[in-house]
């Protein structure tokens, strides 16, 4: 629970309870100041007993029947001895001497207007004043014989007042009086513990009275339901009881704030005594309520007052609430963006304080993003969570070199450099060069991993390139064989320009950098005398870039650089011989002892493939290095066929790859040397029986074979000669059917084709006089000639057909060899 404590100046702040050990985590919802200049004037020679507040105006009565009207400075601006109605802009009065003491006073809520001229005031009687037509002013008892009446409240139609015995509810318009609330507990004096009333709104009243709270609504009686009674009624819709006795209530919004008049017990002497007020809001429920703040407030006096001492009075519309005491004026207002963020940075909450701050930006007063961005900053550090303060400054300093700048410094003075090192501004701003010099000199002496990442990630303009490079020349001296110093010198050295050195380095660490750095910058004119160090590094991506870049280092360089290194000649040659089989044809003769030397499997696929390749030395050097399959090829493709099918057989004995050989030649004599080879081994024979069915007659083979000969799976060969035989039958006969149907559909077609009648008229010609084909005068006799082929002629420009051949044929698709061109339609007229 949070109370108010009084300050030299005069305002008033919450704090903590005495009773409470530790500070509370909640904020409150109001704030507290106290009113001073003519308040405190009034108040120290008398004492206040009630006000009430309308527009920027306060009414202060005191005990002394006094009524002053102040600002809501407190300035006093006038002063009043009797009961007066004053207007505060117009010149209108209204003066009374009453009998008796007048206990309250309420005022039509629209008294401005001609037709509410009215108020009422409260003693003994409630009396009524009403402005007659003729300006004079007339009484009326509304209630009296209850006991004093010391509280009255107007909204709208309706007045309620509290006596003695309850509280009442009298419509203005009806003059009926439509309610009446006993009071519940008759033991409290209701002098010293008073009745506490306020309108919600227009239907809704809420009484509070020792330590209970009704809620009453004001609702229209159904016609049904009128008879003798009023046109309204109440319903008390909800009703609770507090913590403690009552002094004042107020409404906000949808919940209640309630002025409480505290009794406590004291440890020591066991004796009751005047606590603190407490200014309570609270969340009404039907039966109970929920508290949402509390504030206990130190007003001037609190030890002498009672609960009727306390008053609490509010503006509406405003959320302006006035705690009044014999001794002092407090006004409580809700608290602003600005509070708000006043009590997350006094409870240290400063990443909400920021966020509250970014939201409602255009709304608070005394405050600047930045200044508590700065406090959060320096909070963080205080509390040793150097990153995170690190990383808070990237969103609050933004584009602040200045700022940027101060807080490197800050951090170097406390030794953490590195925390901050990767939030700095790396373009928009650019900070002075020795700020990140700065920095890479302490990773450099403790980190050169985190050095060689801020070299990579930061722009070579940031910082004098040659200052670091000499530095970590320097580290170089004592640790020459740094691989991390190394690659970051050469990165330095590549920011700098200073190519040749960074290759150098690359090249000595076998980095895969590299080739990229070679493209980036073209330097290939560096690396004529480097290309065996390239491929001992990566040969894959050595022989790309080299092919790729002909134009920049010749094939002829490249063999030359790499004669002393045949293995690697040979991958540079064999991948150029894949991309274009022609460009290194002069080549292909050292290739061939390439292959043999370091990739014998791709020999053969390059002797097919090669038109350049010189089949002598080929030969040569496989029959040396006994390459069997090379040397069939080469033989073969040297018309030497009978040696290399005496090869297979001789060497390979695969009598599969013979009758492999032996087909690819398709040459008779050939098959006859392999018949002859095979007749006195009956596993070639077999194989012969199984494979030359459909190339040879296997008759010829079965003939040869010598009585007696045990041949292996002879009957199974057999059945497959018959096998392969009736296959071959039935293939011709479906192929001959096949071919007759074509025939015959083709033969019809044709014969529906040249049925078919072919239009005739005006703009054929003759193909001979290409005169028109129909005469002018359709009365005349004509004959022409129309040929399959569409080509028409007049019949006189035929020639005669000779007794020979006495068919027409046309001449022009004869002279084309085109046809058939006979005729198929002579007309007649």
């Not at 407190?74 to 009797?82: S, Y």
């Not at 419509?171 to 033991?187: A, L, M, Y």
């Not at 995170?388 to 300093?397: D, E, F």
């Not at 373009?427 to 890479?440: A, R, S, T």
Request: aromatic letters at 8%; glycine letters at 4%.
């Amino acid at each position: 629970m949070a109370e108010a404590e009084e300050q030299e100046t005069g305002s008033l702040e919450e704090s903590t309870d005495e009773s409470e050990e530790e500070e509370s985590e909640e904020e409150p919802k109001l704030k507290y100041e106290r009113l001073s200049n003519g308040v405190t004037e009034i108040l120290q020679k008398d004492a206040a007993s009630c006000m009430t507040v309308h527009d920027k105006f306060l009414a202060l009565g005191t005990h002394y029947g006094k009524v002053y009207l102040l600002d809501v400075q407190g300035n006093i601006t006038q002063k009043f001895d009797v009961v007066q109605v004053f207007g505060l802009y117009s010149g209108e009065e209204f003066h009374e001497t009453f009998d008796c003491p007048i206990k309250i006073i309420a005022v039509h809520p629209h008294f401005v207007r001609s037709s509410c001229k009215q108020f009422v005031t409260g003693g003994k009687k409630l009396l009524l004043f009403e402005r007659s037509w003729m300006s004079r002013w007339k009484s009326s008892v509304l209630h009296e014989g209850e006991g004093n009446i010391r509280s009255v409240k107007w909204r709208g139609h309706l007045i309620a007042w509290a006596n003695n015995m309850g509280v009442k509810i009298f419509d203005i318009t009806s003059k009926q009086r439509i309610t009446n609330v006993p009071r519940d507990d008759i033991s409290l004096r209701p002098d010293m513990y008073p009745c506490s009333l306020c309108w919600k709104d227009d239907v809704t009243l809420i009484i509070g009275w020792g330590t209970s709270v009704k809620i009453c609504s004001v609702k229209e009686r159904h016609a049904s339901e009128m008879r003798d009674l009023p046109s309204r009624y109440v319903e008390i819709v909800s009703q609770f009881e507090t913590e403690f006795y009552i002094s004042g209530l107020a409404p906000l919004c949808d919940q209640l704030v309630v002025l409480s008049y505290v009794k406590e017990v004291s440890e020591k002497t066991e004796r009751e005594y005047c606590a603190r007020p407490r200014l309570d809001i609270i969340q009404p429920l039907s039966e109970t309520c929920e508290e949402i703040s509390s504030d206990a407030l130190t007003v001037r006096g609190f030890q002498e007052n009672e609960c009727r001492d306390y008053h609490l009075e509010y503006s509406e519309g405003e959320s302006l609430f006035y705690i009044v005491s014999p001794r002092d004026v407090v006004v409580a207002k809700e608290r602003d963006q600005d509070d708000h963020i006043d009590w997350l940075l006094e409870k240290k909450k400063y990443e909400e304080a920021l966020m509250a701050a970014e939201i409602s930006q255009k709304n608070i007063k005394r405050h600047k993003i930045l200044d508590i961005g700065l406090a959060y900053i320096n909070h963080l550090v205080a509390k040793g969570e150097y990153d995170i303060a690190a990383r808070k400054c990237q969103k609050i300093l933004g584009k602040n070199a200045a700022l940027w700048e101060y807080e490197v410094y800050k951090f170097k003075e406390i030794g953490q450099l590195k925390a901050i090192s990767p939030y700095l501004p790396r373009g928009d701003p650019v900070l002075k060069p020795l700020i990140y010099e700065m920095i890479l000199h302490e990773f450099l002496e403790s980190d050169y991993e985190g050095f060689a990442t801020l070299i990579r990630e930061w722009p070579g303009d940031l910082y004098n390139n040659s200052v670091i490079v000499q530095a970590v020349r320097d580290h170089l001296k004592k640790d020459s064989q740094n691989r991390t110093l190394l690659k970051t010198l050469a990165e330095l050295y590549t920011y700098d320009k200073n190519y040749g050195n960074a290759l150098e380095i690359y090249l000595t660490l076998r980095h895969k950098d590299v080739f990229q750095l070679i493209h980036k910058h073209n330097l290939f004119s560096s690396i004529k005398d480097k290309i065996v160090l390239l491929m001992d590094f990566d040969s894959e991506k050595a022989v790309d870039m080299l092919l790729d870049n002909e134009d920049k280092i010749s094939i002829k360089k490249v063999v030359e650089e790499l004669e002393d290194r045949p293995e690697l000649q040979h991958v540079y040659l064999h991948k150029l011989f894949k991309r274009d089989h022609h460009k290194g044809q002069r080549y292909h003769e050292k290739q061939i002892s390439l292959y043999a030397e370091f990739d014998r499997p791709n020999l053969l696929p390059f002797l097919r493939d090669s038109i350049h390749c010189p089949l002598e030395k080929a030969l040569e050097i496989c029959q040396q290095r006994n390459f069997v399959e090379e040397t069939v090829y080469l033989l073969s493709r040297m018309g030497n066929s009978r040696s290399a099918l005496k090869m297979i057989m001789e060497e390979l004995h695969d009598v599969d790859k013979a009758i492999e050989f032996a087909k690819e030649q398709d040459d008779a004599e050939l098959w006859e040397d392999l018949i002859l080879y095979s007749i006195d081994k009956p596993p070639f024979i077999t194989g012969l029986l199984n494979n030359i069915g459909t190339h040879v007659d296997p008759i010829l083979l079965i003939h040869r074979i010598k009585e007696g000969m045990e041949i292996p799976n002879l009957r199974d060969s057999l059945v497959k000669i018959l096998q392969d035989y009736n296959l071959q039958i039935l293939l011709r006969e479906g192929c001959k059917k096949i071919l007759v149907a074509d025939s015959l559909s083709l033969l019809k077609k044709m014969h529906r084709t040249q049925m078919k009648g072919i239009l005739v008229d005006e703009e054929n010609i003759c193909e001979s006089c290409l005169s028109p084909i129909l005469p002018s005068d359709a009365a005349k006799p004509f004959s022409m000639v129309v040929f399959h082929c569409r080509h028409m002629f007049h019949k006189e420009c035929l020639p005669v057909p000779s007794m020979t051949s006495p068919a027409q044929f046309c001449n022009i698709c004869s002279a084309k060899h085109r046809g058939p061109g006979s005729a198929i339609l002579e007309m007649k007229k």
